[in-house]
């Protein structure tokens, strides 16, 4: 293929992708989820051409999470000031410091290496919600591509994490996370990915070949064991058959799961401390946070109940000041 061509064909499939799995409506306002790294970038250039090009009748606007990260997060974060600049969006920027009352050097200060993607995974999650809900958007586009949901297929499999299996694949999260009427105050915004079925190589030529600005440097905190074990082992799979990748796609969309199963998946409520969905009592998101400020991070890392009692008793804090366990909306 020539390089028009490429470019047709790759923003065509993302078209049809789109309009395939309805993922938006005329007038809808959008948050592209923006951290200056080649899919974000790739995914805000192509929201906006695609909208222009199909009257999809959007407004974009750029959101970015700010998880303090000296040397990483603050050189990116300059990346998609200029993104804004180079494509005309607006861009609002929400800080773990502001939302959490810790960066993620300070975590990683007093949690160590191992489990910090943990905190900063569960964190980003939910700030993205709390900057969405701020700006009143009706949806959050990130730019999780064909390669990320194949590892995340695989990590969940290995983990036998079936619920996680059973929403990965999904293209939005609008139906099957939407809390019922009576729980809408804690909405989670719907989020979708209109990368899904486009593979990481094909966004880092489409990104080349345009001489988009993007940041191409890892998180000095990374890499994520697991996640990096799933995907060398999917890397692999694709130097011998790159249909691979897309091959994991269709399988976990196909999955069937048994009722017995079903049956036992979380149901989902609202946090008591926060309100944010969740389908614990206390989230996950407070639980580690309660961990940090009460000295013993550990303890919101896993599934015990040693964690949730330590957590939900009135212990004094030992490290940091109670201040910091009331989530900012
Ligand atoms: Fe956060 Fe881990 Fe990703 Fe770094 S690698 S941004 S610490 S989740």
Known sequence: MCKECFYWAFETEIHFTIVKAKLFEKGD?????????????????????LNERYDYGLKLVLLSIDEGITGYRDDSLETVKRN??????????LSYQDLY???????????????????CGVFRRQALDRGAMQLGVDKIVTG????????TIVMNILRGDVARLQR?????????QSPTPAESDASVIPRSKPFKYTYEKEIV?????????????ECIYSPNAYRGHARTYIKDLEKIRPMAIL????SGEHLKFNESVKEKMPVQGKCTRCGYISSMEVC???LLLEGLNKGLPKLGVGKSSKVKRAVMSNAPTSAKSSDKTKLDF
Not at 30 to 49: E, F, R
Not at 144 to 151: K, R, S, T, V
Not at 168 to 176: G, L, M, P, V
């Open 168 to 176: 990965c694949t999904n293209i939005s999260t609008s139906s099957e």
């Open 284 to 286: 996950k998101a407070c």
């Open 84 to 93: 804004r600049d180079q494509y005309g969006l607006p861009l609002k920027i």
């Open 144 to 151: 999780h591509n064909a390669d990320d949901i194949a590892e």
């Open 101 to 119: 009352g810790w960066t993620m050097d300070q975590i990683v200060e007093t949690v160590g290496r191992k489990n910090n993607c943990t905190f």
């Open 247 to 250: 091959d994991i796609i269709h």
């Open 29 to 49: 306002y959008v948050a592209i989820g923006a951290s200056g790294g080649k899919d974000s970038t790739v995914l805000a250039y192509v929201m906006k051409t």
């Open 205 to 217: 030529m489409y990104a080349y070949f345009k001489k988009l600005d993007y940041f191409s440097t």
